[in-house]
């Protein structure tokens, strides 16, 4: 009989009725918890990951930087100088660079001490930064020297944000001025990081020996040091 079967679900329904519905409700409730368990899993899997991974950026960015000055350090200015020179060939884009350096920095130190020394390190960095522009890559060079990587700047930008940086460091009174030899690439492809660092430092050689507190894009002295040449700085 094909009623049978309808007649024995119906009758099936209602003397189980509470034992289905217990059933069906746990089951819900059942998923429902278990989602929430998994969600709560997964968000607090998604907050370690960030706090891992800001953790390897703050590593990083410790990796790469000077701890008084914040600046890059001499290793990683090295990196960016391959990688800029690189840039400007492909692009065929200018790029300029300066080498930086605190003038009579040993006199300061032995006067005044070493503490106050590295707080003239530190403004000068931070003086430094505020008057390049906001693609410069700043980097300490070693001790009392800086370097800044000016992609996009021609010869006549490079001078002028020079100087700008050269003036901003004179009228804060840190009893420090700083010399300043400017570079420009001039070929693309043909010139070195090693190379356009040696001319930036000629320059500066040439910036001491005018007096201090200027700024050089050229060197006259058949005397000046090839140090940068041979630098075997790390």
Known sequence: DPLLPTMWARHEL????????YMGVGTVISFMIF???????????????????????????????????GAFTHGYLQE?????IQHSLTHKAPLSMMIIDIDDFKRINDSHGHL????????????????VRSDDILGRYGG??????????????????????????AKNGYLATISIGVATLE?????????????ADMNLYQAKHDGKNCVRDFCAL???PRRRLTDTKE
Not at 46 to 65: G, I, P, Y
Not at 80 to 84: T, Y
Not at 187 to 199: A, F, S, V
């Open 14 to 21: 209602d003397y189980n009725f509470l034992f289905y519905s």
């Open 187 to 199: 070929e693309p492809g043909k010139e070195t990081p090693t190379e356009i660092l040696h001319r």
């Open 116 to 131: 106050f020394g590295d707080r003239v390190i530190k403004e000068t960095a931070e003086t430094i930064s505020a008057n």
């Open 144 to 169: 009392d020297e800086f370097v800044v990587i000016m992609p996009g700047a021609d010869a006549a930008t490079a001078l002028h944000v020079a100087e700008r940086a050269r003036a901003g460091i």
């Open 222 to 224: 058949p005397d000046a």
């Open 35 to 69: 989602g929430y368990v998994i969600g709560l899993r997964s968000e607090r899997q998604r907050v370690t990951n960030r706090v891992l991974s800001a953790r390897v950026d703050e590593l990083h960015l410790k990796s790469v930087t000077d701890g008084l000055t």
């Open 80 to 84: 960016i100088l391959e990688l800029e």
